[in-house]
């Protein structure tokens, strides 16, 4: 599997550190460090294709024991990404002891607590269709011209940016839906069968060429959307505050 050329940390300059919660496969995470930061993630299933340091641990926990020893003032912000599909059809979530699938608790609510307790801005990222997150941002495929839609909401905290317009949507997502047959601009980056993308088509639609795990990319948000908002994060934070 070939690795793109622009992964690793910029070493001619201090860069700010992002902790990257329930990082997955580093969707999120290589967004960040392409707008700017150096990135640590954290997940509780081992994640060898990560590209970044990396710590496997339960997301809640490892941010609990850095509030509480104080090594939270190492990072600048937080990104999460908790899991939140209670049996959806669709895709199962990153951050459960059982493997893929399977039920599990939302972990939105506990995730804000702890992150408002750390006093760091942070971003927390939910699919479409949850009411669990404010819509601070709606971000989507069509906006960075991707070939996915995978419309995201984030929500921000201790910070705040203007929304992006949403663009006109090109076409169809390619499958089958409902016994009828549509072709489209956009792949289906999620599950398997029915016109579903292949690994590769969801590769190239997203932007995601280090992991070759489906699961890994079906979770994945596009890199685009996580470097969007870092250097809105960037542009709207005072200097001596990213640098404190």
């Not at 292949?198 to 070759?212: L, P, V």
Request: with cysteine; net charge positive.
């Amino acid at each position: 599997m070939t690795q793109p050329t622009d992964i690793g940390r910029d070493q001619t300059a201090a860069r700010p550190l992002l902790l990257d919660l329930y990082c997955c496969a580093g969707g999120a995470g290589m967004g960040y460090n392409r707008a700017g930061f150096d990135v640590e993630g954290v997940d509780i299933r081992p994640r060898p294709n990560y590209p970044f340091t990396f710590r496997q641990g339960d997301a809640l926990t490892v941010l609990a024991e850095l509030i509480a020893s104080g090594e939270i003032r190492r990072y600048t912000a937080i990104h999460s990404s908790p899991p939140c599909q209670k049996q959806c059809a669709l895709t199962v979530g990153t951050n459960r002891s059982r493997g893929w699938g399977g039920e599990h608790v939302d972990l939105v609510a506990p995730t804000r607590r702890l992150l408002n307790a750390s006093g760091l801005p942070y971003v927390i990222e939910q699919p479409d269709g949850k009411a669990d997150v404010r819509k601070d941002i709606t971000l989507c495929g069509e906006m960075f011209g991707l070939g996915v839609m995978r419309h995201r909401n984030f929500e921000l905290g201790g910070w705040s940016n203007p929304k992006p317009k949403h663009l006109k949507h090109r076409g169809y997502v390619r499958g089958w839906r409902h016994g009828v047959y549509r072709d489209g601009p956009y792949v289906a980056a999620y599950g398997a069968g029915g016109g579903k993308a292949t690994i590769a088509e969801m590769q190239q639609a997203m932007g995601i060429y280090w992991t070759d795990v489906r699961e890994e990319l079906t979770e994945a948000i596009p890199p685009a959307y996580a470097q969007w908002l870092g250097r809105a994060f960037l542009a709207r934070t005072p200097a001596r505050a990213v640098a404190a």
